[in-house]
């Protein structure tokens, strides 16, 4: 929370944050979270059903409910507005089942989520089948290959809202890696020439 109230801080623009499985398996735990969410300057985040566990990766569903039942009780009573995203990781531990992700988001919907989210669905169509499931915006998480599509495509397939997860850090990472291998294997510096400037970049980051 200390380094959410930094980021908060130093922006003006609203920030939401993955808040993972709340820091607890309990409700009341994650009802805190929330609370101490809000307290750092946060207007929003998702909660999710994975327990940390590989031997039961998932919350059984009446408890996962009760949790994301308990963080929409928390956000509702704060003085502003809190968008709370429901998230289930299934297609992200292992359980592939497109009925059963359905099944989990709709009641996280029922339970008050504000939004819903179930990174790693397959292809277009198991983002249409969710979407329509839904009468809440569906959060669609960009960043995984082959399971990455194009906004278009997103939209056209009802998703409301794309996160981009850790896609951009990813990419810069890659670029990064890629001039070091250049300098030590070829001994060249043409990654340069496709690089800003260090005026471009300053520019960049006063906007």
């Given at each position: 929370?200390?380094?959410?109230?930094?980021?908060?801080?130093a922006?003006?623009?609203p920030v939401s944050a993955d808040l993972e499985k709340g820091f607890g398996d309990a409700p009341e735990v994650v009802a805190e979270t929330i609370r101490q969410a809000a307290e750092?300057?946060?207007i929003g985040c998702s909660i999710e059903d994975a327990t940390g566990n590989s031997d039961a990766p998932i919350f059984e569903l009446g408890h996962a409910t009760e949790r994301i039942a308990a963080a929409v009780a928390a956000a509702r009573a704060l003085p502003f507005s809190f968008t709370?995203?429901?998230?289930?990781e299934?297609?992200?531990?292992g359980r592939l089942d497109l009925d059963d992700t359905i099944k989990r988001l709709k009641a996280y919907e029922a339970a008050g989520a504000d939004a819903l989210m179930a990174p790693g669905l397959p292809d277009l169509d198991a983002v249409r089948a969710v979407c329509a499931a839904l009468d809440k915006p569906f959060n669609f998480m960009a960043?995984?290959?082959?399971?990455?599509?194009t906004v278009a495509a997103l939209?056209?397939?009802?998703?409301?809202?794309?996160?981009l997860a850790t896609s951009l850090y990813r990419a810069a990472m890659t670029g990064l890696?890629?001039?070091?291998?250049?300098?030590?294997?070829?001994?060249?510096?043409?990654?340069i020439d496709a690089s800003l400037g260090s005026a471009e970049m300053n520019e960049f980051l006063r906007e």
């Open positions: 929370m200390a380094q959410a109230r930094i980021i908060c801080e922006t003006d623009l750092a300057g946060l709370l995203t429901g998230r289930t299934n297609f992200l531990r960043g995984i290959k082959g399971k990455s599509f939209a056209a397939a009802g998703v409301k809202r794309i996160s890696l890629s001039a070091a291998k250049e300098v030590r294997e070829h001994g060249t510096f043409g990654y």
